[in-house]
């Protein structure tokens, strides 16, 4: 693990409430023009992720596939695309519009960016539609919402050229809100080191041939990279109780091991979003806990070709919650 | 019904997307040094709710309350208290803030100031946090947050001080969302009338013996004000497509009547908050439709002896919807 920047651990300082909502920018290049695996050094890299105000922490790499892990969240890049996801008050289309730059986009085949709804939308240094303002200087593209707007959502961007995807690509994102009060403790434990959540979380298990990188934050907070041949999965902890967020993602199927994380996060209310999944609905039929219950269900095929399936899944509540009590002295800036 | 100000008809626009989501304030002060009726000239309600942007479009009254139509939602005085709701991106705390400074705290008794999460949080001038700060300097209190951060909630501050809220002061909100088909397109129709709408609503039925006044906004938009004797009732409906909110606001038992807005609204989601309904979980065991599953549920007893129950409900989706094409030109403002 080749630990880039040992200072900025203190960067990702996860304050009571911390906004781990992603955005997340996907961009396919011409590979026959340029690799960015091969013709594009760390320091591009370092460069990029600094313009959304992240930091690289380390890296692994295999011949297909270099992953960073960021002071929010990651960044993996392959021989003809790019995947970065941010959380946070990042302003990732800054790095996208660097990227677009720096390699011009006759370089560029396909821009992807997304955002999903935010907690703490108030405190963002931008909303989505600030966001593809900018990208409109340099893309023309279409935008949908995936979700209801009082409920779970996203916002996807993608350009809108003659570029189709091709229906191998599927990437799957499952995330985990409110998880238990179990898994919550654990999480927040004070010292808590990365074989600890590793074997929480059973990743040596679920992630068998996986290069491995990952990373607890102060006081609490916990990312890892995996990586196998062109194969990633990237897991983003906010643990704390009442804002709990946990991220999955990944080109793996997380739809069939959705019941491994469910059972040991065992959280109030999950989102699956896929690209590509065309069994999207079989599958979720199949893995999802029956114990769920569909609240939001949307697909839309995007004229790149993507199909892009979203659902949120709810577990009813039968009895009452106490409140929040909220420090308004301490959070005021949260609320 | 006494139309104060026919110019400001233009004034609550309904973009494609509107902030629907109320703050709201009461305050309760001492009415043996003032009576808010009979001491206060309607030219004080006028500067009041010029401080938060919003104007008297009109009003209505009987003996023991005032009623006035805003601009954004609705201003309601009686003798002992006043209960203010706008919507928007109004910044109501402003409007607390002038009470407090023409009559002074030495008459005022309580203050509950309450904001719901916003759709578009990014496009408020203000923030919950902001508003209690700016509370803060004459007023100490608790803030409490009523359902999950991922979910629908209420914010809701209030004075903490010797003052006891009487049990009998109970309040109801029914809020809708997503209402179906049937009814957006109804509520959007051009050129609706005020008796249109009452008619599909059933308020003449629902509120008899009521002195109704209401107003339909440019290009759509709903806002009704009912009082009888110490009641009232006043529902506000931003009814587009995707992002329809439609806000019921009571101290009549709205548990009971939810059945009746429910078969007409038919909405995906549903909140439903009180003050001080004892009997809430028995009665929404007994009148939410059983089609509605509980998402939320969540009560608290204040340290003012109210006791505040908050639930959202959804109806379950079992098939998928197409995602929402953003008009990226038009209403950047809104993503």
């Known amino acids: 693990m080749y630990l ?26 011409d590979a026959k023009q340029v690799s960015l695996i091969d013709d594009l050094a760390d320091s591009f890299w370092q460069a990029l992720v600094q313009c959304c105000n992240a930091k690289i922490l380390s890296k692994i790499e295999n011949d297909g596939c270099k ?4 002071s929010e969240s990651s960044l993996f890049v392959w021989h003809d695309r790019l995947l970065i ?4 008050n990042t302003r990732l289309v800054h790095s996208v519009e660097y990227f677009i730059q720096q390699l011009g986009m006759n370089k560029i085949q396909q821009i992807t960016y997304q955002r999903k709804n935010e907690y703490f939308a108030h405190a963002q240094l931008s909303s989505f539609g600030d966001d593809i303002t900018l990208l409109g200087k340099y ?8 979700g209801e707007l009082d409920g779970h959502h996203n916002y996807i961007f993608h350009q809108d050229n003659n570029f ?9 994102e499952l995330i985990a809100y409110q998880i238990c009060q179990k898994a919550s403790e654990k999480l927040t434990t004070v010292g808590l080191n990365p074989h600890e959540i590793r074997a929480f979380l059973q990743l040596d298990r679920l992630l068998a041939g996986f290069i491995l990188d990952d990373f607890v934050f102060e006081p609490f907070g916990y990312s890892i990279n995996a ?7 990237t897991i983003h902890i906010t643990p704390q109780a009442n804002s709990s967020y946990v991220s999955i993602q990944a080109n793996i199927n997380l739809i069939t091991l959705a019941p491994e994380f469910l059972r040991i996060l065992a959280p109030k209310s999950i989102d699956l979003l896929s690209f590509n999944e ?3 609905s079989e599958l979720a039929q199949q893995y999802i806990p029956k114990a769920y219950i569909s ?23 039968t009895s009452f919650s106490s409140a929040e009590l909220l420090d308004i002295k301490g959070q005021r800036h949260a609320l």
Chains 1, 2 share one sequence.
């Open 4 to 29: 880039l920047v040992i200072s900025c651990i203190l960067t990702r300082i996860y304050s009571l409430f911390f906004e781990g909502s992603e955005k997340k920018a996907e961009i396919i290049i």
């Open 67 to 70: 992953a960073f892990l960021l």
């Open 85 to 88: 996801l941010t959380c946070g």
């Open 139 to 146: 893309v023309a593209g279409k935008a949908f919402r995936f």
């Open 164 to 172: 189709q995807v091709s229906k191998e690509d599927k990437t799957y």
């Open 227 to 233: 990586i196998k041949g062109l194969q990633y999965l």
């Open 278 to 280: 065309l069994e999207f």
């Open 295 to 317: 609240k939001s269900l949307f697909q839309q095929h995007l004229s790149n070709n993507s199909l892009v399936s979203f659902a949120n899944y709810i577990l009813p509540q």
